[in-house]
């Protein structure tokens, strides 16, 4: 074909189709439906809450403090890395008291420091420190910030006696920083007795979202594990009640095949008898009507066992009292008794 009789038949490479915008739209607008019939429910807003609860955690447990604030939240005495202290005698030298000393490196913005700690060290006198000076002549530069109950408002001024009074004295001990803490503690104590700051020990507890996860934690566990127990039970009972009634069905389908077995038994030994009374000029007594009889009734049986249910109890014992109906007429012919009215075969 040329390309004259592409452009008269309309054949050719065909152009790409854009996709429908509509489609897109309906499809993200169907995907906002579904999230937003989501949160709707129950399980959303559970969902939703523990969220909430989460970000409240991770904000006031401290998981976007610095390294200073992370460590003061749980400590009372903070050195950065370098410096040669005893960290573990200077926090027993403060002890309980709602006191922090944080020493930096010569250097370090002590007010940025200070800012950095505020929530961690809520309701303490915090005081950093750094050294300052070369050679023997040094001392301490310090920094001061008293986060007392209302340091920024009523007793503001208590706060800021506390701050210039906290660390008077630890210049002397600028070469040994614990006998520098212990100044710092003595001045505390001082400022306990005067009334400038509030007496009582520091206590350091987790946040109340840790308690509400803790909680809604344990709570999960006991629900889930008590839905689990209690869905067991009722699984267990009801595959309890399913293998009794297997085990019925295939006790009641054992009977039914025994006496079914033992009824073509009876039959098989009746054969003899009837062959040679009917080989007796076309005998046609009553043992051959009766024989004839017992054998179509059999024959229907047969086929009333091959469609047979065997979830179905109710035709199982039908059919089993039909088969013992059958085997006691097959007993009266052998025994050679009159054929009785309460025997006639069943209709099938």
Same mark, same amino acid.
Request: proline residues 5%; charged residues 25%; positive net charge.
């Given at each position: 074909?040329?390309?004259?009789?592409?452009?008269?038949?309309?054949?050719?490479?065909?152009?790409?189709?854009?996709?429908?915008?509509?489609?897109?739209?309906?499809? /993200?607008?169907?995907?906002?439906?579904?999230?937003?019939?989501? #949160?709707?429910?129950?399980?959303?807003?559970?969902?939703?809450?523990?969220?909430? $609860?989460?970000?409240?955690?991770?904000?006031?447990?401290?998981?976007?403090?610095?390294?200073?604030?992370?460590?003061?939240?749980?400590?009372?005495?903070?050195?950065?890395?370098? +410096?040669?202290v005893d960290r573990a005698a200077a926090e027993r030298i403060i002890g309980n008291r709602r006191l922090v000393v944080i020493l930096r490196s010569p250097g370090a913005d002590l007010r940025?420091?200070?800012?950095?700690?505020?929530? !961690?060290?809520?309701?303490?006198?915090? #005081?950093?420190?750094?050294?300052?000076?070369?050679?023997?002549?040094?001392?301490?530069?310090?920094?001061?910030?008293?986060?007392?109950?209302?340091?920024?408002?009523?007793?503001?001024?208590?706060?800021?006696?506390?701050?210039?009074?906290?660390?008077?004295?630890?210049?002397?001990?600028?070469?040994?920083?614990?006998?520098?803490?212990?100044?710092? !503690?003595?001045?505390?104590? =001082?400022?306990?007795? !005067?009334?400038?700051?509030?007496? /009582?020990? =520091?206590?350091?507890?987790?946040?109340?979202?840790?308690? +509400? $996860?803790?909680?809604?934690?344990?709570?999960?566990?006991?629900?889930?594990?008590?839905?689990?127990?209690?869905?067991?039970?009722?699984? /267990?009972? +009801?595959?309890?009640?399913?293998?009794?009634?297997?085990?019925?069905?295939?006790?009641?389908?054992?009977?039914?095949? !025994?006496?079914?077995?033992?009824?073509?038994?009876?039959?098989?030994?009746?054969?003899?008898?009837?062959? $040679?009374?009917?080989?007796?000029?076309?005998?046609?007594? /009553?043992?051959?009507?009766?024989?004839?009889?017992?054998t179509s009734d059999h024959a229907a049986l047969l086929d009333r066992l091959a469609t047979l249910d065997d979830t179905d109890e109710a035709a199982v014992g039908k059919l089993t009292a039909?088969?013992?109906?059958?085997?006691?007429?097959?007993?009266? $012919?052998?025994?050679?008794?009159?054929?009785?009215?309460?025997?006639?075969?069943?209709?099938?």
């Open positions: 074909m040329t390309r004259s009789d592409s452009r008269r038949t309309g054949a050719g490479p065909s152009r790409p189709q854009r996709a429908d915008p509509s489609r897109r739209t309906g499809a /993200g607008a169907s995907r906002r439906q579904r999230v937003v019939g989501l #949160l709707g429910t129950p399980f959303g807003l559970a969902v939703l809450a523990c969220l909430a $609860l989460a970000g409240w955690a991770v904000w006031s447990g401290g998981a976007l403090d610095g390294p200073v604030a992370r460590q003061v939240r749980t400590t009372s005495f903070y050195a950065d890395p370098g +410096l040669d940025d420091t200070c800012k950095q700690v505020h929530r !961690a060290a809520d309701g303490t006198v915090v #005081l950093v420190l750094s050294r300052d000076g070369d050679g023997d002549d040094y001392d301490y530069d310090t920094y001061g910030c008293a986060l007392v109950p209302g340091y920024d408002k009523k007793n503001l001024g208590k706060a800021a006696a506390a701050e210039m009074i906290i660390g008077r004295g630890i210049d002397t001990f600028a070469d040994r920083p614990l006998e520098a803490v212990k100044v710092i !503690a003595v001045n505390y104590d =001082r400022l306990v007795k !005067a009334g400038t700051v509030p007496d /009582g020990a =520091r206590t350091i507890s987790p946040s109340l979202p840790r308690f +509400l $996860l803790a909680a809604a934690a344990v709570t999960g566990v006991v629900a889930g594990a008590s839905l689990l127990y209690l869905g067991g039970r009722r699984a /267990g009972r +009801l595959a309890a009640t399913r293998r009794v009634r297997r085990d019925g069905l295939t006790d009641s389908r054992s009977a039914l095949s !025994a006496a079914t077995a033992g009824l073509a038994q009876q039959i098989i030994d009746l054969d003899p008898q009837y062959a $040679l009374l009917y080989g007796r000029q076309g005998d046609d007594s /009553g043992f051959a009507r009766r024989y004839r009889q017992l039909h088969v013992e109906s059958l085997s006691r007429r097959a007993q009266a $012919l052998a025994d050679k008794q009159p054929e009785r009215h309460d025997a006639q075969p069943e209709k099938s």
